[in-house]
């Protein structure tokens, strides 16, 4: 019995020394890895699955696009990498501009002094000419709230005799510089030959961008500005004015569609114009263009190069800009192109068909108003869409044409004053124009924001009241006569400023008692010529912008007033029910020149009613007499 016992015991500590050995393995093991993991990070002992399809990237563009992704960066380097990236491609006014040089000494430009031996471009010398004679200009770089760079930037193609070479370490060298924080750079040209990309060769930093042709996908909003492309023969100022001499009713003329431009056998910038013969007609959509450009064109020339190059030399471009409605205006080698500019001055409705242009001055102006913005991939769709325009929206396109090219691009000067002011708007944001101002006649530059915020004040914008004119031909009898009524609604309204009552009776003028008491003045004046048309004549006691022009048979509430002047703000009223705007396509018309505010009279004679209509329509805005 003993025995056993003592064969159990001997049994059961070896079992014990079996496993303590046994796990002994294990333990060391997991200590060595847990020391090493101590030295060299966590390994996983079984690597991660690995997936076929990849993950779609949440950075930024911009940000995938500049990093070099690497796992053994450190997190200061990865800092300072997203940082340079966000004071680049990504930078707006709030986070890329020092509003602090701003407060002291309001919207001031210093231009950097011109250096020795350095070239400057007769286009960039009017940039800095027209800087330095403006309001803005200061000498002093410690008052300045914005700096222009004295080094020509305006063309960066490597292939121009233009070009400024070392331009990177002279802008590095500038001692104001400061990685481009508070400065301005200008640019018509950018890439080479063959893809035209906007690189500058040189970091821009932090600086503010004034370019032509760039592209929505590397504008940067609020901060970068689109200039237009002109060419070098461009005035520096003062500038010819629109081409557009009278308003033709309806404003058709006798090209509905016209373009005439090289067509780019290889290259970029190609696709479009290579395909605009399938919409040229000869007839009323004329779209030309020709082979003949560059040393090897006829190396690369197609089977239509020749006829093209017949039909390109038949027309005159100048004759045909000035006579067609609409003017075609495709992508060159770069998105900008000359034919811009051509079509605004001469009254020719710009169709854009330029995909990703971010359009000049595209933060104050609603190009829609002005210009028809087409898609490249919809090119045979043009012609229809241009049709089916309506004749109104086409004369108000034509005329605001005509507006943005003298107001905004017909200089050098108004190019490079518009830039500074879009800036300052920025800067001074509490007194920035308003788009009204921008978009209305006679523009932003004839309106100083720090005189007054309010439309109102300005002497060419509407203001919210209206005098009314009434034509009296019948004389007072009672007090229920519908005149007298008249003149109670009439000066109930709280935009009415005044009433005059033109008295063209035989009868003398009634007592000063015979008229209803009114919260507003009336004056009676007595018409000389007792003639219709002497309605037009008390324009010197006419006070306000809006004319009500009622007869004494009216019958008009005072609810109606506002919204019939609301509904028609750019115009003076009128109101008489046998009115007819209608224009018939066999009409007999003539027209001439009211003397009342730059109003029109139109007489109207139709020739299945053998009957005279009399109508009057005022525009506020058409600097030209109409013609139908």
Not at 316 to 343: I, Q
């Amino acid at each position: 019995m003993q025995a056993k016992k003592r064969y159990l015991i001997l049994l059961s500590a070896g079992a014990c020394l079996a496993l303590l050995y046994l796990g002994a393995v294990p333990l060391q093991t997991a200590s060595r890895h847990r020391h090493e993991s101590r030295r060299h990070g966590y390994r996983p002992d079984h690597p991660w699955p690995h997936f076929s399809d990849r993950l779609h990237p949440f950075a930024p563009w911009d940000q995938t696009e500049t990093e070099e992704y690497n796992v053994h960066a450190s997190v200061r380097h990865a800092r300072d990498v997203n940082t340079s990236v966000y004071k680049g491609k990504r930078c707006r006014m709030e986070s890329c501009f020092d509003f602090s040089r701003c407060k002291k000494n309001a919207f001031k430009v210093y231009v950097y002094p011109q250096q020795k031996g350095e070239k400057i471009s007769e286009s960039y010398q009017n940039i800095l000419s027209t800087i330095e004679g403006s309001r803005f200009y200061t000498s002093d770089p410690g008052q300045a709230c914005l700096f222009v760079l004295s080094l020509d930037t305006l063309d960066r193609d490597q292939l121009s005799p233009q070009y400024v070479h070392n331009l990177k370490t002279k802008i590095q060298n500038l001692p104001l510089w400061n990685n481009g924080r508070n400065h301005l750079i200008f640019n018509l040209y950018s890439g080479t030959w063959p893809d035209y990309t906007e690189d500058l060769g040189f970091d821009v930093g932090q600086a503010m961008l004034a370019k032509a042709s760039i592209s929505t996908e590397n504008f940067r909003p609020n901060f970068d500005v689109s200039i237009p492309l002109y060419p070098k023969e461009h005035p520096r100022t003062g500038g010819e004015r629109g081409f557009l001499k009278y308003n033709s009713i309806p404003p058709f003329r006798k090209y509905m569609l016209v373009f005439k431009g090289k067509r780019y056998l290889t290259g970029i910038g190609s696709d479009t114009r290579n395909a605009l013969y399938h919409v040229h007609n000869a007839e009323d959509v004329v779209l030309l263009t020709t082979c003949k450009h560059g040393k090897d064109w006829q190396k690369h020339k197609d089977a239509r190069c020749d006829k093209d190059n017949a039909e390109y030399d038949r027309y005159d471009y100048k004759e045909m800009l000035h006579n067609s409605t609409f003017c075609l205006v495709p992508r060159g080698r770069r998105l900008g192109s000359f034919r811009f500019l051509e079509a605004l001055q001469a009254a020719c409705v710009p169709v854009m068909l330029s995909n990703g242009w971010e359009l000049p001055f595209s933060e104050i102006i609603n190009w829609n108003t002005a210009a028809v913005i087409g898609d490249e991939r919809l090119l045979l769709q043009i012609p229809t869409t241009v049709r089916s325009i309506h004749q109104d929206k086409i004369l108000s396109l034509r005329q605001q044409t005509q507006f943005l090219w003298e107001a905004y691009f017909s200089s050098v000067e108004k190019i490079v004053l518009t830039t500074l002011e879009i800036i300052q708007d920025r800067v001074l944001e509490h007194s920035s124009r308003s788009t009204q101002m921008w978009n209305t006649h006679p523009g932003g530059l004839f309106a100083l924001p720090q005189y007054s915020s309010y439309l109102g004040d300005f002497p060419f914008f509407y203001s919210p009241k209206f005098t009314a004119v009434i034509h009296a031909v019948s004389n007072l009898v009672s007090q229920s006569q519908p005149i007298l009524k008249l003149l109670v609604a009439v000066a109930k309204s709280q935009y009415c400023a005044q009433i005059i009552v033109l008295w063209n009776c035989d009868k003398p003028l009634p007592a000063k008692h015979r008229w209803p008491a009114t919260s507003v003045p009336v004056i009676v004046i007595e018409g000389e010529n007792k003639v219709m048309s002497s309605r037009f004549l008390p324009y010197e006691a006419i006070v306000t912008d809006a004319v009500l022009s009622l007869d004494e048979d009216t019958v008009l509430s005072t609810t109606e007033f506002f919204p019939f002047r609301d509904s028609l703000i750019p115009n003076i009223l009128g109101h008489n029910a046998a009115v007819n705007l209608q224009i018939q396509k066999k009409s007999f018309l003539r027209v001439f020149q009211a003397p009342l505010m730059g109003g029109i009279w139109r007489e109207k004679k139709t020739n299945k009613q053998k009957k005279t209509r009399q109508v009057r329509f005022y525009v506020h805005f058409f600097k030209c007499p109409c013609t139908f």
